[in-house]
């Protein structure tokens, strides 16, 4: 089976042991198999985009030994793509407008959804109040089980009705939101193969649900540990995670590698980025990787 896979980092500070960890497991997990692996540029939150970040994280990934297939695919240049999804999902109503403020939807939310946010009442489902034009779009979610395995998380499953609720494809502020983003592109880019951090794996079941309204292929999941700070907080710039270009890159994957249950020969570190790339491929296994969302680490 043809196998493409994707590293898809949002620009939003420096490359960190956080991102390292995804882009080093997508990467091996293609290159073992002999497939493709691919750049996004997970830019569609302008809000957020750091500037100059997306650069300086293509160089810190060059500078680690990486090397991808085709061009970097750009998410800001795709709005166009986003919108013609979101557009299908209307006119096969699927996707409504929704007119309620951020107020409104914390005065009516009764529970929380699976990410801790509020889950939406549903308000709008059969149509705004009149004269309140819609301020987001959200997918109608179904009241019924999306599960996938996952070969390092086990089964997971959700009912995105009770877990979930009608997400938000078309941010109020104009945006277009990440899960639309990710699943249109993944179908776009043809990837066969998804594997990332275990912070999404929430997301993953609606990523699912998207992709069967809109007729997609569903690409294989996998989920690696996250590495987390000694409060149990996900490394992030949040958090106070260091810049990945503070350490020699070899020390940096070798590192990586360790984090993933690899077991690299200590004096890795210290060898040059090639080295460590000819030892990772030849003794990548899949199984040894933890299985677990989160693992602690000292930085
Ligand atoms: N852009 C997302 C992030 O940096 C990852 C998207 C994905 O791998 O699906 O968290």
């Given at each position: 089976m043809p196998y493409r896979g994707r590293f898809a980092p949002?620009?939003?500070?420096?490359?960190?042991?956080?991102?390292?960890?995804?882009?080093?497991?997508?990467?091996?997990?293609?290159?073992?198999?002999?497939?493709?692996?691919?750049?996004?540029?997970?830019?569609?939150?302008?809000?957020?985009?750091?500037?100059?970040?997306?650069?300086?994280?293509?160089?810190?990934?060059e500078a680690h030994g990486f090397v991808w297939d085709g061009e970097t695919l750009w998410q800001s240049r795709r709005l166009d793509a986003y919108r013609a999804a979101l557009d299908e999902l209307r006119a096969r109503g699927l996707a409504y407008g929704c007119a309620c403020s951020r107020k409104e939807i914390a005065m009516s939310a009764k529970t929380r959804a699976i990410d801790g946010g509020l889950l939406y009442s549903g308000k709008c489902r059969h149509g705004t109040p009149s004269g309140r034009p819609p301020r987001a779009?959200?997918?109608?979610?179904?009241?019924?089980?999306?599960?996938?395995?996952?070969?390092?998380?086990?089964?997971?499953?959700?009912?995105?009705?009770?877990?979930?609720?009608?997400?938000?494809?078309?941010?109020a502020d104009g945006q277009f939101a990440y899960q639309l983003a990710v699943v249109v592109d993944d179908a776009f880019q043809g990837i066969t193969h998804v594997a990332?951090?275990?912070?999404?794996?929430?997301?993953t079941p609606r990523q699912i649900y998207l992709q069967r309204c809109l007729g997609y292929?569903?690409?294989?999941?996998?989920?690696?540990?996250?590495?987390?700070?000694?409060?149990?907080?996900?490394?992030?710039?949040?958090?106070?995670?260091?810049?990945?270009?503070?350490?020699?890159?070899?020390?940096?994957?070798?590192?990586?590698?360790?984090?993933?249950?690899?077991?690299?020969?200590?004096?890795?570190?210290?060898?040059?980025?090639?080295?460590?790339?000819?030892?990772?491929?030849?003794?990548?296994?899949?199984?040894?990787?933890?299985?677990?969302?989160?693992?602690?680490t000292e930085d």
């Amino acid at each position: 089976m043809p196998y493409r896979g994707r590293f898809a980092p949002s620009p939003t500070g420096e490359l960190h042991f956080g991102s390292l960890l995804a882009a080093l497991a997508s990467c091996l997990e293609a290159r073992s198999r002999g497939g493709e692996w691919l750049v996004r540029m997970e830019d569609v939150d302008a809000p957020r985009v750091v500037a100059g970040a997306a650069g300086s994280m293509l160089a810190c990934l060059e500078a680690h030994g990486f090397v991808w297939d085709g061009e970097t695919l750009w998410q800001s240049r795709r709005l166009d793509a986003y919108r013609a999804a979101l557009d299908e999902l209307r006119a096969r109503g699927l996707a409504y407008g929704c007119a309620c403020s951020r107020k409104e939807i914390a005065m009516s939310a009764k529970t929380r959804a699976i990410d801790g946010g509020l889950l939406y009442s549903g308000k709008c489902r059969h149509g705004t109040p009149s004269g309140r034009p819609p301020r987001a779009w959200r997918l109608r979610v179904e009241n019924a089980d999306i599960a996938f395995d996952d070969p390092i998380q086990g089964r997971v499953s959700q009912n995105l009705a009770r877990d979930v609720g009608d997400f938000v494809l078309l941010r109020a502020d104009g945006q277009f939101a990440y899960q639309l983003a990710v699943v249109v592109d993944d179908a776009f880019q043809g990837i066969t193969h998804v594997a990332r951090g275990a912070d999404l794996l929430d997301s993953t079941p609606r990523q699912i649900y998207l992709q069967r309204c809109l007729g997609y292929a569903a690409p294989d999941y996998l989920h690696v540990p996250v590495a987390t700070n000694m409060a149990g907080e996900k490394l992030s710039k949040q958090t106070g995670a260091k810049a990945l270009n503070l350490n020699p890159p070899a020390a940096n994957l070798t590192r990586a590698l360790g984090f993933l249950g690899q077991c690299p020969p200590q004096e890795l570190a210290r060898a040059s980025v090639g080295a460590v790339w000819e030892w990772a491929l030849e003794n990548w296994k899949r199984e040894a990787i933890p299985r677990c969302r989160g693992l602690r680490t000292e930085d």
